[in-house]
């Protein structure tokens, strides 16, 4: 079963910043956030991965709280091309008992014009 | 990234068939894997295959029906057996690094009548 939690759906006006939240409460010490994102017809794409410190890179910003049970990903300035469903995993990292990514539902960010 | 491709794009069977999809990546990777994504669904991982060894599948997936090669570190396939409409889908390959990333192919898309 898929550890995390995320909402359904969420809008986003275009230009906006687009928050995701996401639970993993029961994440373990050896367990990275993983975000992928998947737009209508396509294989996922990796977004960001993070441990425990916040992540940037060109696509979107990770912020993991301090007991790491939550995170969120931002994208900076929602376009409409980012509309999508957004997955958020948990796993192991590499040399770890599994390094397989399990989905959950995600959420499908409709970004507005 | 890893360049992933898959063979066929898409393919209309006849129930009772069986088909093989390919992947290629661009580079060696040790592990890979094969998902399934239903109608409207999210990812269902099938299996993880592994160069030089026997591929691990998931419960409710069994060889017979899905079986899965793995003869080099940058090649795989996986099979759909004596197929029937439920298994209508998209197959998804996977690779992941030892960096911690993992990409997805494009997809197969099956149609089974």
């Known amino acids: ?113 | 990234s890893a360049v992933i491709s898959q063979k066929p794009s898409r393919d209309i069977c006849q129930r009772g068939t069986s088909l093989t999809i390919q992947c290629q990546v661009d580079s060696q990777v040790t592990m890979m894997f094969w998902y399934r994504q239903q109608p409207g669904q999210s990812l269902t991982l099938i299996a993880t295959a592994n160069q030089g060894s026997e591929a691990t599948y998931e419960s409710g997936f069994v060889i017979d029906k899905f079986p899965i090669s793995r003869p080099n570190l940058t090649f795989s396939t996986l099979t759909v057996s004596n197929m029937s409409p439920e298994d209508s889908s998209i197959y998804l390959c996977s690779v992941a690094r030892q960096d911690n990333e993992q990409f997805f192919g494009p997809g197969t898309r099956l149609t089974v009548l």
């Open chain 1, 1 to 113: 079963d898929a550890k995390t939690t995320q909402p359904p759906s969420m809008d986003c006006a275009e230009g906006r910043a687009a928050n995701l939240p996401c639970n993993h409460s029961t994440i373990s010490g050896n367990e990275y956030v993983y975000w992928y994102r998947q737009i209508h017809s396509q294989g996922p794409q990796y977004i960001i991965h993070g441990l425990k410190n916040n992540e940037t890179n060109e696509m979107a910003s990770l912020i993991i709280t301090e007991d790491r049970k939550s995170s969120t990903l931002i994208l900076p300035h929602a376009t409409l091309r980012d509309t999508a469903v957004y997955y958020c995993i948990v796993r192991v990292g590499w040399g770890g008992a599994t390094n397989k990514l399990i989905f959950g539902t995600g959420t499908l960010l409709a970004v507005q014009p």
